[in-house]
């Protein structure tokens, strides 16, 4: 089955600084998904990447798809507390969407 | 146009009971999914309808189960609850089925005792 890893698993980062989550996967990504979750509450849709070479930007959130190293970055720049939370990728397997275990991100002010 | 709504939002049931949790999905999106988050498995996908039809079915015992109406709401039902099952259950919409778009409900936060 495919599996997605999530790296790093926690951040913490001083507001200001830019920083890169990667998604890899253990099998060729045909569409990727990234959301952020504020502790104990749903996922916030961020944006879905398609294509090799994709990239989509959202306010200050960048995110990539590699296709052929079968991975995914997420990149934030001057970070912010707002920014803090946990984000997730997903994709899509045999049975709907499947999640990584996640990198919880803290932006101390 | 109002998001996905989850009731209710927190539950503390006993062991050996049932539960029944509700989602209304975003106005015409007829795809509901549920996955159960827990800090040691992470999200995991439950089940997903589809015009009142389970399409999908992730690996859990049959004492989870769910079912869809007519307006797409979905129910999800877990009997014989054990401690195992406190988690935060999630359900999302969309407009197809397989992955599509998802958006995200709150959560109802279920604690077993």
């Known amino acids: 089955s495919q599996e997605l890893e999530q790296s790093p698993q926690s951040l913490i980062v001083q507001e200001g600084k830019n920083l890169t989550i990667n998604c890899t996967s253990s099998?060729?990504?045909?569409?990727l998904y990234w959301y952020k979750q504020k502790y104990g509450e749903g996922l916030i849709f961020l944006m879905m990447?398609?294509?090799?070479?994709e990239e989509k930007s959202h306010e200050k959130i960048t995110a990539k798809l590699d296709e052929k190293k079968q991975q995914s970055s997420l990149h934030i720049t001057a970070s912010q507390p707002s920014h803090a939370g946990t984000y997730l990728c997903g994709a899509v397997g045999a049975n709907n969407l499947f999640f990584g275990t996640g990198t919880r991100l803290t932006v101390i002010p | 146009k109002a998001g996905v709504t989850q009731t209710p939002r927190y539950l503390i049931k006993t062991r050996g009971q049932q539960v029944t949790l509700s989602c209304s999905p975003i106005?015409?999106?007829?795809?509901v999914s549920w996955y159960q988050q827990t800090p040691g498995q992470g999200l995991q996908f439950l089940f997903e309808?589809?015009?009142?039809?389970q399409r999908n079915k992730g690996n859990f015992p049959g004492r989870f189960s769910g079912r869809q109406f007519s307006n797409s709401r979905s129910e999800m039902n877990v009997s014989t609850l054990e401690l195992g099952d406190s988690a935060l259950y999630l359900c999302a919409s969309s407009w197809g089925t397989g992955g599509n778009e998802q958006y995200f409900g709150p959560g109802t936060r279920l604690t077993v005792t």
């Open positions: 990447l398609q294509k090799g070479g």
């Open positions: 099998k060729t990504l045909y569409g």
């Open positions: 309808y589809f015009s009142e039809t």
């Open positions: 106005s015409g999106h007829r795809s």
